[in-house]
T-cell receptor, first 117, second 111 residues
Framework: GAVVSQHPSWVICKSGTSVKIECRSL??????MFWYRQFPKQSLMLMAT?????????EQGVEKDKFLINHASLTLSTLTVTSAHPEDSSFYIC?????????????FGQGTRLTVV | AQRVTQPEKLLSVFKGAPVELKCNYS??????LFWYVQYSRQRLQLLLR??SRESIKGFTADLNKGETSFHLKKPFAQEEDSAMYYC?????????????FGQGTILTVHP
């Protein structure tokens, strides 16, 4: 199956700093990627839809200036958590879908654990 | 807005017993329903989708539009089935891949 890779797998940063998380589709081109957030013992919540070559679409309640998304190529989307605070600590997961295929499927990255201290 | 509900956070069965993981949804249109599985220390992966009407690893799920349910079933559970299971809904079409997840059910199969 297709592979989606996130980097880093975990990161610890100081309050007030910014952190960038990368999501790459390794063996297919993805015009659309998605970013989810998962709090401990809770479900995945969609944060935004990342569209190659255009602005991301954010879900209600997600601050777009706080969570900057860039999808500059067909294989890479980045999520930057700006001016991170402890409440931003969470597990961030991306997914990518193949554009128009007989068996379109969302493939997930392994996730990134962000801890803000 | 769409919603997916998995009423059981934890489910324990013995090996060889039948298992059913419940999933109910609310959505005004025609949704696409999925089951995703996450084994220990691994990423989320698709288990099955309702439109395929397939059986994967012995699991099946039938979409019941009348009851707005998409329960996951397996007649004889195996220890390797122990994992976190998520039911998810997509609006389909151009929103394919944009998923609303249930809270997840941790299935433990005892020897």
């Amino acid at each position: 199956g297709a592979v989606v890779s996130q980097h880093p797998s975990w990161v610890i940063c100081k309050s007030g700093t910014s952190v960038k998380i990368e999501c790459r589709s390794l063996d297919f081109q993805a015009t659309t990627m998605f970013w989810y957030r998962q709090f401990p013992k809770q479900s995945l919540m969609l944060m935004a839809t990342s569209n190659e070559g255009s602005k991301a679409t954010y879900e209600q309640g997600v601050e777009k200036d706080k969570f900057l998304i860039n999808h500059a190529s067909l294989t890479l989307s980045t999520l930057t958590v700006t001016s991170a605070h402890p409440e931003d600590s969470s597990f961030y997961i991306c997914s990518a879908i193949r554009p128009i295929a007989a068996n379109t499927e969302a493939f997930f990255g392994q996730g990134t654990r962000l801890t803000v201290v | 807005a769409q919603r997916v509900t998995q009423p059981e956070k934890l489910l324990s069965v013995f090996k060889g017993a039948p298992v059913e993981l419940k999933c109910n949804y609310s959505y005004s249109g025609s949704p696409e329903l999925f089951w995703y599985v996450q084994y220990s220390r691994q990423r989320l992966q698709l288990l099955l989708r309702h439109i395929s009407r397939e059986s994967i690893k012995g699991f099946t799920a039938d979409l019941n539009k009348g009851e707005t349910s998409f329960h996951l079933k397996k007649p004889f559970a195996q220890e390797e089935d122990s994992a976190m299971y998520y039911c998810a809904l997509s609006e389909g079409g151009t929103s394919y891949g944009k998923l609303t997840f249930g809270q997840g059910t941790i299935l433990t199969v005892h020897p």
